[in-house]
């Protein structure tokens, strides 16, 4: 009878454990569907594209480690973000842009590509793409006509990733718009930028590329662009042809006009 007692305390022991077990692959499925489904993620300079980053990062925590302002954190469970892969939010603690970029070099597995900062074999923080400022110009008291340069002053790429834009205020007619201007080709999504804002929530932010950035499709042909405009050499013309293309444009026009009248 005792030996009956001690195998059903040993099975009941056991369900605990498997049913712990799968209350605990449950939650943590949760916390990775969250994780997976959170879009507003900035990662260290020079991180492989979301996906690839993802399936490269190991979750050892070097980068961390290695950044020398506590810029980065390891995501735990409750951050809706991947577990165990580097962030950072800029508002708290942005990106110093370190000459070294001493995370990258750490990283073991090339999650942080160090190729993809490197100019002529040298380290350069300048060519990371950490993400892209955005302004809110319905929130930015520049654009009220408040003068503020906060941003601009705080940008380590000054005069370059982001440039201020004069004009003349038509309401007072003595005063001037003091208006900062992002550009893409310039700007590394560091933070300094969103840190440095003066308004209670940031009126400029940086996003990850993907959402902050469009995209236009391959057949469109940047004519100033030499590199962009060879793209036409191979191109095939193709013509579609109208009952009003048959016209010239100033047939068309005039009977048009005579319609009208």
């Known amino acids: 009878m005792k030996k009956l007692s001690e195998r059903r305390e040993f099975l009941l022991t056991m369900a605990r454990g498997i049913g712990l077990a799968s209350i605990g692959g449950l939650v943590w499925s949760a916390y990775l569907d969250k994780a997976v489904s959170a879009p507003l993620l900035l990662r260290p300079p020079a991180a492989l594209s979301e996906s690839d980053f993802l399936a490269t990062c190991i979750k050892c925590g070097l980068c961390v480690e290695a950044c020398p302002y506590d810029t980065l954190m390891l995501a735990k469970p409750g951050d809706e973000r991947p577990l165990g892969t580097p962030f950072f939010i800029p508002r708290d603690i942005p990106c110093y ?32 793409n950490m993400g892209l400022a955005v302004v809110d110009e319905e929130s930015c008291i520049a654009f009220w006509g408040i003068q503020c340069d906060a941003c601009y002053r705080a940008c380590p790429i000054l005069g370059e990733a982001i440039t201020i834009e004069y004009s003349k205020n038509e309401r007072t007619g003595k005063h001037a718009f003091l208006k900062p201007v992002v550009h893409a080709d310039a700007c590394t999504g560091c933070g300094l930028c969103e840190h440095a804002c003066v308004t209670k929530k940031p009126a400029i932010f940086v996003l990850p590329n993907e959402i902050a950035q469009g995209s236009v499709d ?44």
Do not use: F
């Not at 995370?103 to 090339?110: D, E, L, R, W």
């Not at 900062?117 to 300048?126: N, R």
């Open 97 to 128: 842009m370190c000459p070294d970029i001493p995370c990258v070099p750490v990283c073991p597995t090339g999650a942080l590509d160090e190729s993809s900062v490197t100019t002529h074999g040298v380290l350069d923080i300048g060519v990371a």
């Open 218 to 261: 391959t057949h469109y042909i940047r004519g100033w662009d030499t590199k962009d405009e060879n793209r036409l050499e191979k191109a095939q013309e193709i013509k579609t042809t109208t009952n009003i293309s048959k016209k010239k444009a100033v047939d068309s026009l005039n009977s048009n006009l005579e319609d009208l009248y």
